[in-house]
């Protein structure tokens, strides 16, 4: 077994007296694609926000690269923030700052490059992901939502972390643009060796770069492993979930 | 975790490096000073992220688009990250700084965004006029509930400010007027001179300083967040026109609230000149108040009721425009909001010079 990366254990939540994780345990190797899904409200974005040190659960122990999220001391945080990086679901741009301090916002921060470095070192994450030279001076507003998503990626691969948080990467994406997207995580992470955590709803996203999936219900973790795996275990919204997708194709085939 | 290290074998022209590198590893770089680096040499490379792979590419070329030193030794996965980095490396190169404008160039575009200003007011008083006009023919458009709610944001709660304001600067006028008059036994003519600052000038001029500040300023905030959360682009998928919706109600409202905030402000300054024409100059009441039915023009009073509606409709104007031009950005809101106060004041003090000019060739 690989070093893990991520290891949740026995982690309990209820948020507003509703109980939303029953002692759910969890890991993910160093270099795993992983996705998360599960129906709405069972905790998905609230399991997310406990591992990268947001929302504090009542119970149970979060573990980053083996240094424990709830104990650790700010600089202790602070280091461990440097090597993760969170993709957040409507990107989160700084909208009065353009594009590329956008992506050397991190670097100002926490390197001590000179300024016209970081901005450089930004201009190559944008090219890293895919997007054109004239969008560095832009800002936020001035560009579709495929392109901010990208940018959103660049700014949280700015300090080239090991690990990747994704929520919802896909959302309010056309089609096409999401596989694009879909594609270039999967390419990052081959030729970056990141690890990539993502939370989604998006069928086609598991079915194209994903390496092994967990199922969130009731508050645990239903199952995990390949979508082949999964679709072997006998639950309501978990058969349902991939009826969808059958159904989907087969008006794709009948047309 | 090995620090990063690197030294430069003058010999081989290779610069060799080991170690982790990431960004922070810029500093052990050693200044090559355009010595050509003919190898690369990674064997000691830990650990390489796309930051440190740039440096690196960086350091050992004198432009991008130089041909790479051999690269020795590295890891095979390290070397893949090399040549993207590589690949993509052109598109770091420093992008040429924004020429310096001269001073000329400065006030021509200064210039410019003030015709741009004038000419964009301009364009948005005819629009309205066009929606007002039809609005007349259709009375059941008008959204008197945001009207009444307008009012009482814009006259009700402006009531205890425009009240202490004009109250202080009752008392400073009598008071700065009474040390005059007194030293020629001439204390009655206080109530003449106070009457006619306050009712002409005073209260008007500085009721509308203070709705531009609270209400200007708040109508472009609003309208603004609304145009930045896409509330004004659904208002007009609906069918309905943002003029009518939130530019009309607002303009109406101060048009009614700002000669009763005048009024307001008149009976607040005449009680503070009151109050030190009593202690000061003994001026009772009663007194105070005979002089003033005797020498209280109606026009007085109507000049500087007058005002208000065109102060009101030119802050109006000012500050829904300024909402309306909001773009999707948070520092937009705060700018435009600024611009909504600046434009006010300004609009505000050419107005009351031009209605001192119209009204002294009138004989008013």
């Not at chain 1, 309010?172 to 999401?178: E, H, K, N, Q, R």
Request: glycine content about 8%.
């Amino acid at each position: 077994m690989a070093e893990s990366v991520i290891d949740v254990r026995g982690v309990s939540t209820s948020l507003g007296g509703h109980a939303i994780h029953r002692d759910l345990s969890l890991s993910v190797a160093r270099g795993e694609v992983i996705a998360l899904i599960g129906g709405s409200g069972t905790g998905k974005s609230v399991l997310l926000r406990e591992i990268i040190g947001l929302l504090r659960p009542q119970a149970g122990h979060i573990e980053l690269f083996g240094q424990s999220v709830w104990d650790a001391t700010p600089e202790q945080m602070n280091a461990l923030r440097r090597r993760f990086g969170v993709l957040f679901q409507d990107g989160a741009l700084f909208s009065s700052l353009t594009v590329e301090d956008n992506v050397a916002t991190p670097l100002f921060e926490h390197t001590a490059l000179p300024r016209p470095t970081c901005r450089q070192l930004a201009r190559l994450k944008l090219a890293l992901v895919g997007l054109p030279d004239d969008a560095a001076k832009k800002r936020p507003s001035e560009l579709s939502g495929g392109m901010r998503k990208r940018v959103a990626l660049a700014r949280a691969l700015a300090l080239d972390p090991e690990l990747l948080f994704l929520d919802e990467p896909t959302s309010g994406l056309d089609p096409i643009s999401a596989r694009t997207f879909d594609h270039l995580i999967r390419l990052l992470a081959d030729s970056l060796g990141l690890t990539v955590f993502l939370v989604t709803h998006d069928l086609d996203t598991l079915f194209s770069i994903i390496d092994r999936v967990i199922v969130l219900s009731n508050g645990r973790v239903l199952g995990s492993g390949t979508i082949e795996a999964l679709k072997h275990i006998d639950d309501p919204w978990l058969r349902d979930y991939f009826a969808a997708r059958a159904s989907r194709e087969g008006i794709a085939h009948g047309s | 975790m090995a620090d990063a290290h690197a030294h430069f074998d003058e010999s081989e022209a290779a610069l060799i490096v080991r170690g982790a590198w990431n960004a922070d590893a810029a500093s052990v770089l050693p200044d090559l000073a355009g010595k050509p680096v003919r190898v690369l040499d990674g064997a000691g490379v830990a650990r390489l992220d796309t930051n440190g792979a740039w440096l690196l590419l960086n350091s050992v070329r004198p432009r991008p688009d130089a041909p790479l030193p051999e690269l020795r030794g590295f890891q095979p996965h390290h070397l893949s990250l090399l040549r993207l980095v590589d690949k993509h490396g052109a598109a770091a190169a420093p992008l040429p700084s924004p020429p310096r404008l001269g001073v000329r160039a400065l006030t021509g575009q200064g210039a410019h965004a003030v015709w741009g200003h004038l000419a964009g007011l301009l364009d948005f008083i005819g629009r309205l006029s066009i929606e007002l006009f039809s609005l007349a023919a259709r009375p059941g458009a008008w959204r008197w509930r945001e009207f009444g709610a307008q009012v009482r944001d814009i006259f009700v709660g402006a009531i205890p400010i425009v009240f202490a304001m004009l109250f202080l600067l009752g008392v400073v006028f009598a008071y700065l007027l009474g040390d005059q008059a007194r030293r020629y036994g001439a204390n009655i003519f206080v109530v003449d001179g106070l009457l006619a600052a306050i009712l002409r000038e005073i209260s008007p001029v500085i009721v509308a300083v203070l709705v531009a500040g609270r209400t200007g300023a708040a109508i472009t905030a609003q309208i603004g967040t609304m145009k930045v959360t896409e509330e004004v682009d659904a208002i007009r998928t609906l069918g309905l026109s943002p003029l009518a919706v939130l530019v009309v109600p607002r303009m109406l409202a101060l048009v009614l609230a700002m000669p009763l905030l005048v009024f307001i402000g008149n009976a607040a300054g005449i009680f503070g000149g009151m109050v030190v024409a009593k202690e000061q100059l003994d001026i009772s009441f009663h007194m105070f108040l005979d002089r003033t039915a005797d020498v209280l023009l109606l026009k007085t009073l109507l000049v500087g009721l007058g005002k208000a509606p065109v102060f009101a409709i030119f802050i109006a104007l000012i500050a829904c425009r300024m909402g309306l031009s909001v773009t999707r950005d948070a520092r937009s809101v705060g700018a435009h909001t600024t611009s909504t106060v600046v434009q006010s004041l300004v609009a505000i003090i050419i107005l009351n010079a031009i209605f001192a000019v119209m009204f002294v060739r009138l004989e008013i």
